[in-house]
């Protein structure tokens, strides 16, 4: 049987050939010859487009396709084949190139079925059997390996002295923190088990536990999809009952029926046949450049149209996995030695947490070393030494066994809770010396992104999560969002989108595999997919291939200004497909004449649909290399680390009092003034100046100069805050003054370093 896709190219190739063969018959005097030639490379062409045409009526569509049909019949009915094989050529032709800008990538499970685990470990009167996952029962006793994914729905048994499972639930919540389940808490499949082994006891089988669950609602998800309509389809009812009414005016009133064909051959719609195709096509092609691989032109329109975006947080509008969000001090320690310590402990672990404590000592370009007598309790930290001291880190429970407590830990742990981050202690030879503080973090760029989709005509954005309530408010309300929804599993994540369809077209933008079914669900999906998210890629319409969310933004501008773009391509061919009728009925047009002026209109058509292909303002101004905006991203990251800095030295000198308040706020004026301020003069005297010519004018720098000056006023003011002030002279006033300067440029900075990673990658286009 004979696919659809090539039965289009075999109709194009037999008509054009046959065109071509007409042709050289023709100048060769064979005209008889020439008719015939034409008139049977047309016949192929009505015959498809006609049982094409029925299939569509049986299903209660109607399209322009009728108007091609009927003057390709009318032209072998009059003996006009010539007229009939261009019309023929150029309707082929343009199926072709619809098929080909509509041709999405195909979806399916494959990634999610891979994932799902195929066997369980059963009890089986005291020993431990290797079965089928079909195979389990509910009330089973199974066990559950490190590392394993969860086969069915339980609860965790009673197995020892500490029945605490640590549970990887990314997949299913998309939170990146694992988290603690004890005996009798429930667990569901398609989590991970990043803890020590546990026993569970099955309440589902396989086919009705969560993970099964998921693999389904994307299954029907997808099948549940509306079928694509053309844009040129819209324009039917006009163009049809318009081209007959005036080809049979015109027939009528001369009582020649070839000026009623010629009049249908102008009529055929080309333009719109071609049109769409060709601006989504260039739309297409612009997005990939831009990072954003959308799966044909239907999912470019429907990106178009979309008036709700539903996002998901963890990935999508946060980085996604545990970062070091903060390090918190004891009094006189250093907040880069406890990074450094810890760092080079948890080398020798291989868990999510352990990873990011080094990736954030590496990122700060710290020299770590490699401990010795490590010993790791899974779930709860690891011991070891360190440079011959002894370190510990993990939870405060195994770090100190509880027996220490001060007022700066209560502090660290109230500003993880409202961050809703892990705390991570660190002891150095038995003694509590600080706690790193690791969560998910707001992306840089969804400010500006958030922003830019209100601009291109978004007008509802809403959160739905899997997270905690809190944590995903204060996102929400970071980014101005108009609802959030938190606490949701994929089923809810799923009705949320579909409550949105009932008002408006709707997009979902996420990342994990719980997003997979919120994804098909939608109008449009996008997947986050430069981390791999597999199951998220093949249920989307679209895939964002660089890690950044402000290519959502871009997708959908371009895809506006595509369809844009195709409506105007589709009513200039239209109006001048009208003026050429005009003169076709009053005799001025023959059927073949007819047939090269539509083939010219078709050119001017599709010459203007290959705007969307070029971006918009092109060279107005040069693009700032990207090299520049990631050189600047990774200086800000060696800004942040003296941030942290004076935030440990304002935190300190909460306490402090005479020479040790002093020698915190002589080291915060050093790292202020030597470090900070010579970085902002450097920006202001070399870097915004290379801006200029990327923005177009210095007036938007303005701001950030400003910003630069306040930073060097309040350096000054410290400087001369502590300049010739003796340990009789810290009182609790000038301490107090130091802080609020301290805080001051740490807040400062912070909003200022976003602020120019916005203009930079603005520059970078």
């Known amino acids: 049987m004979i696919s659809e896709r090539l039965l289009g190219r075999l109709l194009i190739a037999f008509a054009a050939l046959g065109l071509a063969a007409g042709l050289i018959a023709w100048q060769a005097g064979r005209e008889d010859l020439s008719t015939w030639i034409w008139g049977l490379a047309t016949v192929p062409v009505v015959v498809s487009l006609a049982v094409s045409m029925t299939r569509d009526l049986l299903a209660g569509r109607m399209g322009v396709d009728a108007v091609a049909l009927l003057s390709m019949s009318a032209a072998l009915a009059l003996v006009e084949t010539l007229a009939g094989v261009v019309v023929a050529v150029m309707y082929a032709g343009g199926n072709v190139l619809e098929d080909f800008a509509v041709s999405r990538a195909e979806r399916n499970l494959k990634s999610l079925t891979d994932r799902a685990p195929r066997t369980a470990h059963r009890y089986v009167e005291g020993a431990l059997e290797d079965i089928d996952v079909d195979l389990v029962a509910e009330r089973d006793r199974l066990l559950v390996r490190t590392g394993e994914v969860i086969p069915v729905d339980g609860v965790i048994l009673e197995t020892g002295a500490d029945s605490t499972a640590t549970i990887d639930e990314s997949a299913l919540t998309g939170e990146p923190i694992p988290v603690e389940r004890h005996a009798g808490e429930p667990v569901r499949s398609g989590a991970v088990n990043s803890g020590d082994p546990f026993d569970l006891q099955a309440t589902a089988t396989a086919k009705d536990s969560t993970y099964a669950g998921i693999v389904a609602m994307v299954a029907a998800a997808q099948t549940a999809q509306a079928p694509f309509i053309r844009m040129a389809d819209r324009f039917a009812l006009l163009l049809l009952p318009l081209a007959v009414v005036v080809a049979g005016g015109a027939w009528l009133l001369s ?255 996420g990342d994990g595999i719980n997003d997979a079914p919120a994804l098909a669900a939608a109008d449009m999906g996008i997947a986050m997919g430069a981390r791999g998210a597999s199951a998220s890629s093949e249920a989307a319409d679209a895939v964002v291939l660089i890690d950044r969310l402000d290519r959502v933004a871009d997708a959908l501008a371009i895809a506006k200004r595509s369809r844009r773009i195709a409506m105007q391509s589709i009513v200039a061919g239209m109006i001048m ?25 078709d050119v001017a058509v599709i010459l203007n649909a290959l705007r969307a292909l070029v971006p918009p303002g092109l060279g107005m101004k040069p693009s700032l290399p990207e090299e520049a905006a990631r050189k600047l991203r990774e200086e800000h990251e060696e800004v942040e680390s003296w941030l942290d800095q004076l935030r440990a030295h304002a935190d300190a000198l909460d306490d402090a009092e005479g020479a040790e308040a002093l020698a915190h706020i002589a080291d915060a004026n050093r790292i202020i003034n030597e470090d900070i301020v010579p970085h902002e003069r450097e920006d202001e005297d070399n870097v915004y100046p290379q801006l200029v010519p990327h923005l177009g004018n210095a007036h938007g720098l303005a701001a950030m100069s400003r910003a630069h000056r306040e930073i060097q006023h309040l350096g000054r003011l410290l400087d001369r805050l502590v300049s010739g002030v003796g340990e009789e002279d810290a009182d609790r006033y000038l301490i107090r003054d130091a802080q609020r300067i301290i805080e001051s440029v740490d807040a400062l900075v912070r909003i200022h370093n976003a602020q120019e990673e916005d203009i930079f990658d603005f520059a970078a286009g």
Not at 305 to 317: Q, S, V, Y
Not at 581 to 600: D, W
């Open 255 to 509: 009582g020649d029926p070839v000026r009623g064909l010629a009049v249908l051959v102008v009529a055929t719609p080309c333009p719109l046949i071609l049109a769409a195709p060709v601006a989504f096509i260039s739309g297409v092609s612009l997005a990939a450049r831009r990072g954003v691989l959308v799966k044909g032109g239907t999912a470019l329109e429907a990106l178009a149209r979309a008036h709700t975006i539903l996002f998901d947080k963890t990935g999508t509008l946060t980085v996604g996995g545990a970062r070091l969000v903060a390090v918190e001090t004891a009094p006189g320690a250093s907040p880069d030695d406890v990074l450094r310590l810890a760092a080079c402990l948890e080398q020798a672990s291989h868990h999510v947490i352990a990873q990011a404590i080094v990736t954030a000592a590496e990122s700060r370009g710290m020299k770590l070393v490699p401990p010795t007598d490590v010993r790791e309790e899974l779930g709860s930290g690891l011991a070891g030494t360190v440079e011959g001291k002894r370190v510990a880190a993990g939870s405060l429970t195994m770090t100190t066994g509880g027996n220490q407590r001060a007022a700066w830990v209560d502090r660290a742990q109230r500003r993880a809770s409202w961050r809703s981050a892990l705390s991570v202690f660190v002891t150095v030879d038995g003694t509590l010396v600080g706690a790193l503080l690791l969560g998910d973090s707001l992306r840089r760029e969804a400010p500006r992104a958030v922003r830019a989709l209100r601009e291109a005509g978004i007008g509802r954005i809403v959160m739905v999560t899997g997270d905690h309530a809190d944590a995903a408010e204060t996102i929400g309300a970071a980014l101005d969002l108009d609802a959030v929804l938190a606490n949701r599993v994929p089923a809810d994540k799923v009705d949320a989108v579909e409550f949105e369809k009932k008002r408006y077209p709707t997009l979902m933008v």
């Open 577 to 601: 497909s009208l003026v050429a009728m005009g003169f076709a009925a009053a005799g001025y047009l023959t059927p073949v004449a007819g047939a090269i002026l539509q083939e010219g209109i």
